[in-house]
């Protein structure tokens, strides 16, 4: 069982940069050498959003952090990093990371096995 563990959570004023890691117990792998990996974010009372995955189905952002954010893991696949720049008061959350051995198409219909405890990103205006 991959355990995750996130850090890099902090406050900051609109217009900075913060960057967020996702250390994986075990690399997240499977004999097929599918697998995802992402990171979301939630506001309480609302929906936990996706908002940037990579896989072996390629990379892909949400429209809120598209040309903002940046999504990268190592090639051992234990450490998932989301760069942060240009954040915005509307990025603040808890953003969690989260993995599985399956391509990330098949994931979004199946749901993440592997979820982190959280990091908070506060964005001050």
């Known amino acids: 069982h991959v355990q995750l563990v996130e850090s890099g959570g902090g406050s900051v004023e609109a217009g900075g940069s913060l960057t967020l890691s996702c250390e994986a117990s075990e690399a997240v792998t499977s004999l097929n050498e599918d697998y995802c990996m992402a990171w979301f974010r939630q506001v309480s009372g609302k929906e936990r959003e996706e908002i940037a995955s990579i896989g072996s189905d390629g990379i892909r952002y949400a429209e809120t952090v598209k040309g903002r954010f940046t999504i990268s893991q190592d090639n051992n696949r234990k450490k998932l990093t989301l760069q942060m720049n240009k954040l915005k008061p509307e990025d603040t959350a808890m953003y969690y990371c989260?993995?599985?051995?399956?391509?990330?198409?098949?994931?979004?219909?199946?749901?993440?096995?592997?979820w982190g405890q959280g990091t908070q990103v506060s964005v001050s205006s």
């Open positions: 989260a993995a599985e051995v399956w391509e990330c198409s098949v994931v979004r219909s199946t749901g993440f096995g592997h």
